[in-house]
C-alpha cells in the first residue's frame, strides 16, 4: 500500500546533517521504502547522502511517501520526527 | 649508505621513524581493463565496510553527547547507504573508473548539488561530503592519518612536506627530529624547527618504502645525514657528537648575563626574533635587548577567528612588562603566502608570494590592520613599542597605512580611550623597497632589512623549492650588494638599521652585516648565545676589514671562503 503527508520543515538552521542523520536513523528502522518530495525532487529517506541535496530549507513544504509494509505507521512517525526536530 | 639532505635546524638525533602522510596522493585515472572491474566494485565495497567499521570503533569510545560523536555518527549514516554504493558502482562500471576516481566523482557531484543550494547553513555540509571523500581515498591508496597525540616515544617525523600550522600541532616534546622530502633553509616551517631547537633536514630524498614505521633512525644534523637502522659504531660516534655539542653550549652559557659587544668593547644591540608566545619565556635569562621581530601571524594560526582588539591588547601589554623597559618591535599581520591562516577564507592565488600578501593584504581588509594598530596603540603606554610593516614596495603604501593610524588615534581620543607614542619601521624585503628607501625614509624611524623574503624576491627564486637551494644559498654577492645600498641609503637619512632576516642568526655573518654598519641585529632564540660568542671574538676595527673584503667578492665560493674560514 502507498501513504503519503505534507509536513513543514520546521528545524530552525533547515535539515542540516545531525537532523537529517536522525530521520534516516528513524526511517531506517521500517521495511517499507519510504521517500521525502521536495520542490520536484524526490529522495529516499534512507540515503543522507541523497537528502541533503533537496535543499530541506527551515519553513519549506515537504511530502513524506511511504509504500509497502507498514506505510501508514512509518509515515506518520517520520513526519513527526520532522515536526519535532530542531 | 646514509641519505643527506640540507641542515636547516642543527644537532644529533635519535628516534623511530613516523611517516606523517605515509603516501602522496595519487589517482589513477586510465581506463580500468573490463575484467579488472568487478575487482575495483568489491574494493570499493571492502573500503567502505573497513571506513564503517573505523567510525564505529571511534564512536564506542567517545560519549554520546558529544558534537564529535554526532558528526562522526553522521558520517557512518552517509557510507552506510545501499543506493550511495549502488551510484559509485555504477560509476565504476560505465566508465571503466578505478575506485578512487569513482568516489571523487560521485561525491564531488553531490558536493556541487549542495553547494547550488541557496541556504548558507545547508552548503557548508558539502565540505563534509568533500572530507569524508578524501579519506575514503586516502584509505583505498593505503594511507593512514598518523595520530599525533598517540605519540609518546622519541620520534624523528618523515613527511614529503610539512605547513607551519602543522608544525605549530607537533607534540614537540616527543619529536626529537624533522626529514622533510621538500623545503629550503629560508621556509617558515625551518624558521620553526629552528625556533623550537628542534634539529631538521630539508630536502632529503628518503624512500618512503623503504623507511617502515617504527625503524631506528638517527640523523646527524650538523653534517646532514640521516641513518636507517644505524650500527653500533654509527651510534656511539653521533652519542658522542651529542655529548660534545651539548658540552660547547653549556661553555656558551656563560654568555648568558653578558652584553653583546666585540672584544674591544663596542656594545651591538642584539634583539630576538619571537614567533610564538611560548618563546617569550626565555626573554629575561638570554641577556638581549628585546624583541627585533614580533611575528604577530603566528599567533593567530590555531584560532577559529581574528583575535579582538583586547584580547591582542593584553598579550603586548604583557610582553611589554616582561620586557621591563626594553624595545618590543612588532610586524603586523604578515599573512597570505605560505602563512595562510585557517578562518581567512582567501582565494587561491596562482602565485602566492607574489599574491595578496604583508600589507597588501591587511591594506585590503583594513579591519584586522585597524584592530591591531588600535591594541599596539593602547598597548604602547606601558613601554616603547616600534612598529613595522612587512612587504612595502613603496610610499602610498606608507602614506595609506599612516591615514589608517591617524584615524585610529582620532578614534581613540574621540572614545576617551588612553593610548601611546609609537616608533615606526618597515621591513625591507622586496627590491623595490630598496630602490625607494629614499622617498620613504622620512616617514621612519628604523628599517628592518628580511633577508628571506628580500633573497627570494631578488632572485626571482621560491624559497621552498629544492630544486635550487643549493644554488641559491642566504649568503651571496647579490644579496651582500642590497644589504650595502640599504646601508648607505639609510646612514644618509640617519636611519638605525636592524637586521631581522636569517643572516643576522649566522654566527660567521654576524661580524660581517656589523662591519657592513648594521646597527643591530635580531636573530633566533636558540642562537643568541652563539652571536654572542662570535662577536665576542672579534674587534669592531676587523669587522670593518671583514666587510671591506666580502663585499669585493664576486663569487659565491670565493665570499663563502672569506666568510666560513674566519675564526669565530
Known amino acids: 500500500m502507498k501513504y503519503e503527508k505534507s509536513v ?24 517499507c521504502d519510504i521517500f521525502i518530495l521536495c520542490q520536484g525532487k524526490q529522495a529516499s529517506a534512507k540515503s543522507l547522502f541523497k537528502l541533503q541535496t533537496l535543499g530541506l530549507y527551515h519553513g519549506i513544504q515537504v511530502t513524506v511517501m511511504a509504500e509497502g509494509e507498514n506505510a501508514q505507521t512509518a509515515v506518520e512517525d517520520v513526519s513527526n520526527l520532522l515536526l519535532k526536530l530542531s | 649508505m646514509p641519505l643527506s639532505g640540507i641542515v636547516v635546524s642543527p644537532g644529533i638525533a635519535f628516534g623511530n621513524a613516523l611517516h606523517l602522510h605515509l603516501h602522496p596522493e595519487k589517482r589513477d585515472y586510465h581506463l580500468l581493463p573490463l575484467n579488472q572491474i568487478e575487482k575495483e566494485k568489491q574494493t570499493l565495497i571492502q573500503v567502505i565496510d573497513h571506513k564503517k567499521n573505523q567510525l564505529l570503533q571511534h564512536l564506542q569510545r567517545l560519549p554520546a553527547s558529544s558534537h564529535n560523536y554526532q558528526l562522526i555518527e553522521a558520517d557512518l549514516l552517509l557510507l552506510d547507504d545501499d543506493e550511495l554504493i549502488q551510484n559509485i558502482c555504477a560509476e565504476i562500471e560505465r566508465f571503466q573508473l578505478c575506485a578512487a576516481v569513482a568516489i571523487e566523482r560521485i561525491f564531488s557531484y553531490q558536493a556541487a548539488e ?14 563534509d561530503i568533500l572530507s569524508l571523500a578524501s579519506r575514503l581515498i586516502d584509505q583505498i591508496n593505503g594511507a593512514h592519518n598518523v595520530e599525533l597525540s598517540k605519540i ?25 627530529a624533522l626529514v622533510l622530502k621538500t623545503g629550503g633553509i629560508t621556509s617558515h616551517t625551518a624558521i620553526l624547527a629552528r625556533s623550537a631547537g628542534i634539529p631538521a633536514l630539508f630536502d632529503c630524498p628518503f624512500d618512503q618504502e623503504s623507511i617502515t614505521n617504527h625503524q631506528v633512525l ?14 653500533e659504531s654509527i651510534l656511539s660516534r653521533l652519542t658522542q657528537l651529542k655529548k660534545t655539542t651539548l658540552k660547547q653550549k653549556q ?9 653583546t659587544q666585540t672584544i674591544d668593547g663596542h656594545e651591538i644591540p642584539l634583539l630576538v626574533n619571537i614567533g610564538s608566545i611560548n618563546e617569550t619565556t626565555h626573554l629575561n635569562d638570554m641577556g638581549v635587548e628585546g624583541i627585533g621581530l614580533f611575528r604577530t601571524e603566528f599567533m593567530l594560526m590555531n584560532t577559529k577567528s581574528a583575535p579582538s582588539e583586547n584580547k591582542q591588547y593584553r598579550l603586548y601589554s604583557d610582553i611589554l612588562h616582561l620586557l621591563n623597559g626594553k624595545l618590543f618591535t612588532i610586524r603586523t599581520l604578515d599573512i597570505g603566502a605560505e602563512k595562510a591562516l585557517p578562518f581567512l577564507n582567501s582565494l587561491p592565488e596562482e602565485n602566492p608570494a607574489l599574491g595578496l600578501r604583508g600589507i597588501r593584504y591587511t591594506l585590503q581588509h583594513t579591519s584586522l590592520l585597524v584592530t591591531q594598530v588600535r591594541a599596539v596603540l593602547r598597548a604602547a603606554q606601558y613601554g616603547p613599542i616600534r612598529l613595522m610593516f ?42 623595490a623597497a630598496v630602490m625607494n628607501l629614499a622617498s620613504m625614509l622620512p616617514k621612519l624611524d628604523f628599517i628592518s632589512i628580511g633577508t628571506n623574503d628580500l633573497t627570494q624576491y631578488a632572485m626571482a627564486a621560491d624559497r621552498g623549492n629544492p630544486l635550487f637551494t643549493r644554488d641559491y644559498p642566504s649568503l651571496s654577492p647579490a644579496i651582500l650588494s642590497f644589504i650595502h645600498l640599504i646601508i648607505s641609503t639609510a646612514q644618509a637619512h640617519n636611519t638605525q638599521v636592524s637586521l631581522c632576516g636569517e643572516l643576522a642568526s649566522d654566527p660567521h655573518v654576524a661580524p660581517l652585516l656589523i662591519g657592513m654598519g648594521v646597527n643591530e641585529l635580531s636573530v633566533n632564540l636558540p642562537a643568541i648565545l652563539e652571536i654572542k660568542s662570535a662577536l665576542s671574538n672579534i674587534s669592531y676595527a676587523q669587522c670593518h676589514l671583514l666587510a671591506q673584503k666580502a663585499l669585493s ?9 672569506c666568510v666560513y674560514t674566519q675564526a669565530t
Open chain 2, 218 to 231: 638517527a640523523l646527524d644534523a650538523l653534517a646532514g645525514k640521516l641513518y636507517v637502522a644505524p650500527n
Open chain 2, 251 to 259: 661553555q656558551l652559557l656563560k654568555f648568558k648575563h653578558r652584553q
Open chain 1, 8 to 31: 513543514i520543515i520546521t528545524a530552525q538552521h533547515g535539515l542540516h546533517t545531525r537532523p537529517a542523520a536522525l530521520l534516516v536513523k528513524q526511517a531506517k528502522s521500517y521495511s
Open chain 2, 114 to 127: 549542495i553547494n547550488a543550494l541557496d541556504d548558507h547553513y545547508l552548503t557548508n555540509r558539502s565540505q
Open chain 2, 152 to 176: 609518546d616515544e622519541p620520534t624523528i617525523l618523515l613527511a614529503s612536506d610539512i605547513t607551519p600550522a602543522e608544525f605549530s600541532m607537533l607534540p614537540l616534546k616527543y619529536i626529537t
Open chain 2, 553 to 561: 667578492l664576486v663569487t659565491i665560493k670565493a665570499l663563502h671562503a
Open chain 2, 390 to 431: 612587512p612587504m612595502i614596495n613603496q610610499v602610498e603604501e606608507l602614506e595609506a597605512i599612516f591615514d589608517i593610524i591617524n584615524q585610529c588615534q582620532t578614534q581613540l581620543t574621540q572614545d576617551h580611550v588612553t593610548f601611546g607614542q609609537l616608533s615606526y619601521g618597515i621591513v625591507v624585503e622586496t627590491p
